[in-house]
């Protein structure tokens, strides 16, 4: 995954390719960072549906108009030149080598990040992943092991809140073998927990993961990071008993709150009935890598320390 929140061997594979193909992308600021600097020495080509898209955002070489079944089809049949990739491979190696995805465990909270690991143990990597919008969306993008294409649900960036759950419902509805599970933050599930009566009514067997940090956890970090640590309406003091709502709308509620029993609680995520798994998390978890705005693919905030170095 590359952008603000990607890998470092995504993001420098960006900043150090020579030619980039863009399938059906709209080179979000999310993905690109800041369009003046993005890729400044490769040739970028751009396949699209939609013409307004081309060019858009990021300066285009070669637009293509273009449904991508028909690109792709018409580029594999030009394409003859075997070419040798060994040393960009063994460069993106290196990258995913220098800079991974990590986090240290803790006694006394529990970490996201191993939450998200534990789940994609327990399934095999083959469950249908669905999130809402937030920090949640990042980890679960980093940290899941994902065994299958289209397994992940996401409204990307749209930041969709509330999408979560009525995703999830859709899924189960299409995949009913499947386990289906959402992860949602204490606050976009405010917008559509309603849908918990759905589950119930009509049965359908999909886990809801809530990590709860009290907080717009994503909000929060920027308000922490670059705002003097202002915190301004992104902390709830005020929240529902989660536990509670789930009862009233008669769906099973797991509360998990202790690192220690963590990987045991957690394996009541291969049950086959619908449920409310609340996770409690530190307010003070921050999605590591990221690229602060208007900086360049290469400019990431990779270590904990860095980002207090910028404060």
């Given at each position: 995954?590359?952008?603000?929140?990607?890998?470092?061997?995504?993001?420098?594979?960006?900043?150090?390719?020579?030619?980039?193909?863009?399938?059906?992308?709209?080179?979000?600021?999310?993905?690109?960072?800041?369009?003046?600097?993005?890729?400044?020495?490769?040739?970028?080509?751009?396949?699209?549906?939609?013409?307004?898209?081309?060019?858009?955002?990021?300066?285009?070489?070669?637009?293509?108009?273009?449904?991508?079944?028909?690109?792709?089809?018409?580029?594999?049949?030009?394409?003859?030149?075997?070419?040798?990739?060994?040393?960009?491979?063994?460069?993106?190696?290196?990258?995913?080598?220098?800079?991974?995805?990590?986090?240290?465990?803790?006694?006394?909270?529990?970490?996201?990040?191993?939450?998200?690991?534990?789940?994609?143990?327990?399934?095999?990597?083959?469950?249908?992943?669905?999130?809402?919008?937030?920090?949640?969306?990042?980890?679960?993008?980093?940290?899941?092991?994902?065994?299958?294409?289209?397994?992940?649900?996401?409204?990307?960036?749209?930041?969709?809140?509330?999408?979560?759950?009525?995703?999830?419902?859709?899924?189960?509805?299409?995949?009913?073998?499947?386990?289906?599970?959402?992860?949602?933050?204490?606050?976009?599930?405010?917008?559509?927990?309603?849908?918990?009566?759905?589950?119930?009514?009509?049965?359908?067997?999909?886990?809801?993961?809530?990590?709860?940090?009290?907080?717009?956890?994503?909000?929060?970090?920027?308000?922490?990071?670059?705002?003097?640590?202002?915190?301004?309406?992104?902390?709830?003091?005020?929240?529902?008993?989660?536990?509670?709502?789930?009862?009233?709308?008669?769906?099973?509620?797991?509360?998990?709150?202790?690192?220690?029993?963590?990987?045991?609680?957690?394996?009541?995520?291969?049950?086959?009935?619908?449920?409310?798994?609340?996770?409690?998390?530190?307010?003070?978890?921050?999605?590591?890598?990221?690229i602060p705005a208007g900086l360049h693919n290469d400019e990431m905030i990779v270590f904990i320390l860095l980002m207090r170095m910028r404060r």
């Open positions: 995954m590359a952008g603000m929140h990607g890998s470092y061997a995504a993001n420098m594979a960006l900043v150090e390719a020579d030619y980039i193909i863009n399938l059906g992308s709209r080179f979000d600021d999310r993905v690109v960072s800041n369009p003046a600097k993005f890729a400044k020495n490769a040739v970028v080509a751009h396949i699209d549906i939609d013409a307004a898209e081309l060019g858009k955002i990021v300066k285009t070489d070669i637009p293509i108009l273009s449904d991508l079944r028909a690109a792709l089809s018409r580029l594999l049949q030009l394409n003859k030149v075997k070419t040798d990739f060994n040393d960009w491979i063994k460069t993106v190696t290196k990258n995913k080598e220098k800079a991974p995805f990590t986090y240290e465990p803790q006694n006394h909270d529990i970490r996201p990040q191993e939450t998200i690991k534990l789940i994609g143990e327990y399934t095999q990597g083959d469950a249908i992943i669905v999130t809402d919008v937030g920090q949640h969306q990042m980890w679960v993008a980093q940290y899941y092991p994902y065994k299958n294409a289209r397994q992940l649900i996401t409204s990307g960036g749209m930041g969709t809140m509330g999408f979560g759950i009525p995703a999830a419902i859709g899924a189960k509805l299409a995949q009913p073998n499947k386990n289906v599970i959402v992860f949602v933050g204490d606050g976009g599930f405010q917008m559509t927990n309603q849908e918990l009566a759905l589950l119930n009514g009509y049965g359908i067997a999909i886990k809801v993961v809530l990590i709860n940090n009290h907080s717009l956890g994503m909000v929060r970090q920027w308000q922490e990071s670059f705002y003097e640590e202002r915190r301004s309406q992104s902390v709830f003091d005020v929240e529902p008993n989660f536990q509670l709502l789930a009862e009233a709308y008669g769906i099973k509620h797991v509360k998990l709150d202790n690192p220690k029993t963590l990987a045991d609680d957690l394996k009541i995520i291969t049950e086959d009935e619908p449920m409310l798994i609340e996770v409690l998390i530190s307010k003070s978890e921050h999605v590591l890598p990221m």
